[in-house]
């Protein structure tokens, strides 16, 4: 018994420093994770003070993840660790673990340009390849957009960087273009009146750039009449659907005919079928 409560005498400091610092690195962690927390709400109050609100989701991740970056190193030190000899075998590591993931790393690193050269911003409609949405955020690693039909896509940075981006929201008017089909016996310019008098009645079209009519094409079975107009960017859909909705009622109430194809089938020589497409109009052809 002796000998035992002599060890443990002799235990006793080891076990009340080993103990004290398991008590400051919990300190060290809890006060970790509140610093993590109000680093966290001061940078998202930054939307408040004027800065894009693109760039906040990055700025709060690399700030949490340094600041337990920093929590981490304290509570080494604690326990005695090497620090320096520990930060330099974390870097040599990182290159690493950098080479096994350069796809990773080119996302970070596709990230911080788009950040930098701002191509797209929160809130803003693109495209890139076949994918379409509305931006919600741009991370270290992904963007993430909702399509029109309601879907959450997050995509690779560097997929959204490799391909063409076509921003459709980032500048204030876009130009809407309709073409009005007409048949070869109706009379043009009263097809061109039609047009003009539905710009006319359209109050969101902007004056200036003026808008533009044209006879776009002599097609197989129809006159192809073409409006340009400009709109700003907010009412693009709107004005385009409304036209689109007054175009065949205001075309009709001018005795005007919106044509289609028509297919003929001839018989030749006594059974020998040959299938002939003629642009006849319905007029035409009633």
Known sequence: MDGLKAQLEELW???????????????????????????????????????????????????????????????????????TSLVALLGAAGIAVGLALKDTLQCIAAGFVLLGLRPFRVGETIQFGSTIGTVRKIGLFTTELDTPDGLRISAPNDKVWGETLTNF??????????????????????????????????????????????????????VNLHLRAWTTTDDYWDVYWSLMKKLKPALEAEGLTIPFPQRELHIVNGGEQKLVDKARTAAENP
């Not at 103990?19 to 930054?46: H, S």
């Not at 309709?178 to 043009?188: H, K, V």
């Open 13 to 83: 400091p080891v076990m009340m420093g080993v103990g004290l610092n398991v008590l400051w690195a919990l300190l060290a962690l809890l006060v970790t994770w509140i610093a993590a927390k109000i680093v966290a709400r001061g940078i998202n109050r930054l939307g408040e003070k004027g800065i894009d609100e693109t760039l906040i989701p990055v700025l709060e991740t690399l700030a949490v993840w340094g600041t337990y970056v920093i929590g981490g190193l304290v509570v080494l030190d604690i326990f005695g660790a090497n620090t």
């Open 169 to 222: 929201t980032r500048n204030a008017s876009r130009r809407i273009e309709i073409i009005a089909s007409i048949a070869y016996g109706d009379d043009i310019e009263t097809g061109m009146n039609v047009l003009r008098k539905l710009v006319a009645e359209e109050p969101r079209i902007l004056a200036e750039p003026e808008p533009a009519y044209a006879v776009r094409a002599l097609a197989d079975s129809s």
